[in-house]
């Protein structure tokens, strides 16, 4: 059965410094990943995915996922975070009928 | 291209009265569907899931059911609603059934109960 866990529930960090959200999963079967953005009281938006090819994988606003299968990670980072960069981010692993399974989510608060 | 609507946006309604959110994608067919909810300060949680038309399978027993009557939407319900229910309610559609297919969302309904 597929997991996926975010080690950390807050991420507090000073604009235009660098930040890392971390995300471990667990899976049996050939793994697809995703990373999501929630912006407050909206839905959940695709940030980016690893299907498969490089292991690095990048998204339009600067952020980047780096696929490790030998720990199991899809970290997502980001080198210069926006206060715009605030909000909720989801890591999910592909499982059973496209059926995506959530990490608990981590919320990234940027402040001046 | 593909777009997902969902409304009401915002919904309050009292212990025990009835609900009905509405899903509708435009732009693409057969595409599978979801329900999710979000309680203050947790995750999603899978409700409902459905690969064609009268299709659903539930992922969670509770006080929700939903139907699928026409391809492109998709219809959560209860005909009693708790205090529990109270939540975000987030509909999805992927395209086709491949493992490598992303979600997309709507934007959501938060719904009250009072």
């Known amino acids: 059965a597929q997991s996926v866990t975010q080690l950390d529930s807050q991420v507090p960090v000073f604009e235009e410094a660098p930040v890392e959200l971390r995300c471990n999963y667990s899976s049996s079967v050939s793994v697809y990943l995703f990373w999501y953005v929630q912006y407050p009281n909206q839905g959940l938006q695709l940030l980016l995915k690893?299907?498969?090819?490089?292991?690095l994988v990048e998204s339009i606003n600067g952020f980047e996922a780096e696929f490790n299968k030998s720990q199991t990670s899809f970290h997502l980072r980001k080198p210069s975070v926006h206060i715009s960069d605030t909000a909720e981010y989801f890591c999910?692993?592909?499982?059973?009928?496209?059926?995506?399974?959530f990490g608990a989510g981590t919320r990234l608060a940027v402040h001046p | 291209s593909q777009t997902i609507h969902q409304w009401p946006a915002t919904l309050v309604q009292p212990v025990g009265s009835p609900l009905s959110l509405e899903c509708t994608v435009e732009?693409?067919?057969?595409?599978?569907l979801y329900w999710y909810r979000q309680a203050a300060g947790r995750g999603l949680q899978l409700l409902f899931y459905s690969v064609g038309i009268g299709q659903i399978s539930s992922e969670v027993p509770q006080n929700l059911s939903a139907s699928r009557p026409q391809d492109r939407q998709f219809i959560l319900s209860s005909k009693k609603l708790l205090l529990s229910d109270s939540g975000f309610y987030l509909c999805?559609?992927?395209?086709?059934?491949?493992?490598?297919?992303?979600?997309?969302f709507g934007d959501g309904t938060r719904l009250s109960i009072l």
């Open positions: 999805a559609w992927s395209a086709g059934t491949g493992r490598n297919q992303p979600q997309h």
């Open positions: 690893y299907l498969s090819g490089s292991t």
């Open positions: 732009g693409t067919s057969n595409p599978n």
């Open positions: 999910a692993v592909s499982g059973g009928y496209n059926k995506l399974i």
